[in-house]
């Protein structure tokens, strides 16, 4: 799409997706329960004048967890003397701890407490208070050391666009009271201007967002979303960035979306991190080095969640179609094969490849932004070239970067490397819902060469669950949506379950014996509603590395209240 020179266009689809933006003549050529609403509790608080962007908690660890707000300055001090609270009852009568902080111009008021000294697997309430002012009371649980818990209950969710419709599928997750954790996949904001990519809710600033203030003002805006808040009050998230929280297409040198008039890329990027990490309940990694935010996480010895970056640390730039593609499909040959060519960087690949072989979790699961299964729009063994891709920005644009994490995973005896079993790849980014087996060779049926069996799953060395956006469009005409997919399915085997049409979340059910994961739909983004509907579950049994058809999970039984 041609670029004007000061005003940049209005966009139907990011570039990234073109898949979605081409699926209507692709798919040309070939061819609900409510639940009931929360009765004070997750519903929406009255606006605190002195906490207009409510509180949220995140990056929980066995013995501490970053609580934070932000305070609405008042009577143009540049500081503020700000009182915080943790009790282990909403009602705040076992106050477990007390403390006191500033709120500072230098850091657009925001607040970050990293809580310590909190007892394991316990769920605590949480407030702030400013001039004798309190805030909303705030909920949040600690990670389980060991063996003492049965399940991981959480939600998983990405690409929560404020201008493209509203954040229905956050209230449903913040009325469910017996999740652990709510993990975001990333873009969390957008970073376009007013009706460049959405244009139900107005966009703060108007502009594209390339400034410190800029960034700052989007990020305020999605906290005052009410749906939001709630989530972000009744549960601790887990948050990795994407693209969008600095520019689309974002690789270490730069993005699709960034113009040299818009300054330089170090300068846009360190102004995005920095409100990133003013306005997000994020644990920083490395002062001295902001790009860095892989992190893992221990639920116990049942779960380690490795959470990996894959923008701004160590990706090469992308690549285009290397078969004369106007859709920009390519195949498998030329730079694409260049070993050299990263997504995540050789140091951040040598610390997940060491996270793999050194865990004694059951599960090993990965929170990530693009796909990792291959998806194709022909399909071919990988003897006769692989077939045709569409995706250059997801692992499909990295074959010998993915093919390094097979390696992992298919062990090497002769250097005393055991196979790595159990791992569960969540991912992001593509604005719709996929199951896969993952197999580097999925179109090849012979499995003594390496191949895929359709029919049993042998083959797969690994499974991956994709979840739709928050409210970022898919292929939203259903029509269009199942002829893409009818076009999708024969060349791509591995891939148990698709759907291109629907907004939600995806809720993640892990025990000893298998994890489960559900997909869950709201009826519409275009106006607030509280209809949700569960749509499928699939599940890998310990062991298997494959996926089979699974039942809706049960609620965990007498969950700590929801925050009042």
């Known amino acids: 799409m041609g670029r004007p ?20 003549s692709a798919a040309a050529a070939l061819v609900a329960a409510p639940l009931l609403p929360l009765a004070g509790t997750a519903a929406a608080v009255a606006i605190n004048s002195n906490f207009q962007h409510g509180v949220a908690s995140g990056d929980p660890l066995s013995d501490r967890v970053i609580l934070w707000t932000r305070v609405t300055p008042t009577n143009g001090r540049s500081s503020q003397v700000v009182d915080f609270f943790i009790a282990k009852d909403p009602a705040f009568s076992q106050i477990v701890k007390t403390g006191r902080t500033k709120a500072i111009f230098e850091r657009d008021f925001t607040v970050k ?9 316990t769920t605590y309430y949480y407030r702030f208070s400013v001039d004798g002012v309190s805030s909303p009371i705030g909920r949040t649980k600690t990670l389980p ?11 998983v969710v990405s690409c929560s666009n404020h201008a493209y419709g509203y954040f229905n599928a956050y209230r449903r997750i913040a009325e469910r ?32 967002i390339v400034t410190l203030a800029d960034y700052r003002m989007r990020h305020a805006q999605y906290k005052r979303d009410p749906d939001s808040q709630a989530m972000h009050r009744q549960h601790p998230l ?4 994407d693209d969008h929280e600095t520019a689309n297409n974002a690789f270490v040198d730069g993005a699709e979306n960034h113009q040299a008039n818009e300054g330089t890329w170090p300068a846009r990027v360190g102004a995005a991190l920095q409100a990133y990490y003013e306005w997000m309940p994020v644990r920083v990694v490395d002062p001295t080095k902001p790009r860095n935010n892989a992190r893992s996480y221990a639920f116990g010895n049942l779960v380690d969640l490795i959470m990996l970056e894959q923008r701004l640390t160590g990706r090469s730039a992308q690549l285009g179609t290397n078969i004369g593609n106007a859709d920009g499909y390519f195949i498998q040959q030329g730079a694409y094969l260049d070993p050299a060519r990263q997504l995540l960087g050789a140091e951040q690949e ?43 920005d997801a692992w499909d644009g990295y074959q010998p970067a993915r093919n390094r994490v097979y390696d992992v995973l298919k062990g090497d005896a002769n250097k005393g490397q055991a196979p790595v079993n159990n791992v569960v790849i969540l991912t992001g980014d593509i604005h719709s819902s996929w199951a896969a087996d993952l197999s580097q060779d999925p179109n090849n049926a012979n499995l003594a060469t390496g191949g895929y069996d359709k029919a049993s799953g042998q083959g797969s060395r690994a499974v991956e669950f994709v979840g739709t956006s928050i409210s970022s469009p898919g292929v939203d005409n259903p029509q269009v949506a199942a002829g893409t997919i009818a076009q999708l399915t024969p060349a791509n085997p591995h891939l148990k379950y698709i759907n291109l049409d629907k907004r939600g979340y995806m809720l993640i059910d892990a025990d000893a014996n298998r994890c489960v994961c559900e997909w869950w739909y709201v009826d519409t983004v275009a106006s607030p509603s509280n209809i949700q509907t ?25 969950p700590a209240a929801l925050a009042p």
């Open 5 to 24: 020179s000061i005003i940049k266009p209005v966009r139907v689809g990011s570039s990234r997706r073109a898949f979605f933006k081409n699926s209507g």
């Open 113 to 121: 407490i990293d809580a310590t000294g909190l007892s394991p697997n």
């Open 145 to 155: 050391v060991g063996g003492v818990v049965s399940n991981l209950r959480m939600a």
């Open 177 to 208: 009271a017996d999740l652990d954790m709510v993990v975001h996949l990333g873009d969390y904001i957008y970073e376009y201007g007013n009706n460049q990519y959405g244009e139900v809710r107005a966009t703060e600033p108007a502009h594209e």
């Open 238 to 241: 887990v948050a990795i960035w």
């Open 350 to 392: 040598s610390w997940l490849f060491n996270k793999l072989r050194g865990s004694t979790a059951k599960w090993k699961v990965l929170g990530q932004g693009v796909m990792f299964a291959q998806v194709k729009v022909q399909g071919a063994p990988n003897s006769l070239g692989g077939g045709v891709f569409f995706n250059s």
């Open 534 to 558: 569960f749509a499928t579950a699939f599940q890998v049994v310990d062991g298997s590395n494959r996926l089979s058809p699974a039942a809706q999970t049960p609620n965990r039984a007498n």
